[in-house]
């Protein structure tokens, strides 16, 4: 399972487009009904308007109509030395789309693989329960 993942993640970063850093990201959610969602990088001339890997798979999730708790697992892979660690406003918006059980499989093209959660990687996040 985590294998597969890992290669759908491989998969979306061929798409990635990074003119401007070279530096291509690719991103896999699987979910509960074995549909995969991918996401790769989209830069822009105007740096700032460039989407993570990671959002870009997850605001798809959205948009495909699954709710929090439909993905089993994500991936996240680039050409990093250690297995690539997501930018903090990405792991803002896993927390926000992904339930606490999800597997966060981080990965690198040297086959390097390191397993975190939601939590492991935003403690003491901002969520929608601050603002109850
Ligand atoms: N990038 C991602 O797609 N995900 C990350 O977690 C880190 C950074 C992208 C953004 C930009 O297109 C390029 O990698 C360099 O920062």
Partial sequence: MIDELILKAKEAREASYSPYSKFKVGAAILMKDGTYILGCNVENSSYGLSICAERNALFQMVAKGYKKGDALAMC??????????????????????????????????KNDVK??????????????DSLK
Avoid: H
């Avoid at 397993?115 to 929608?128: K, R, V």
């Fill in 115 to 128: 397993e975190m959660t939601i939590d492991e990687l935003l403690p003491y996040s901002f969520s929608e």
């Fill in 76 to 109: 996240i892979i680039g050409q990093t030395d250690t297995p690539i660690s997501p930018c903090g406003a990405c792991r803002q918006v896993m927390e926000e789309l992904l339930s606490r059980d999800c597997k966060i499989i981080l990965a690198n093209l």
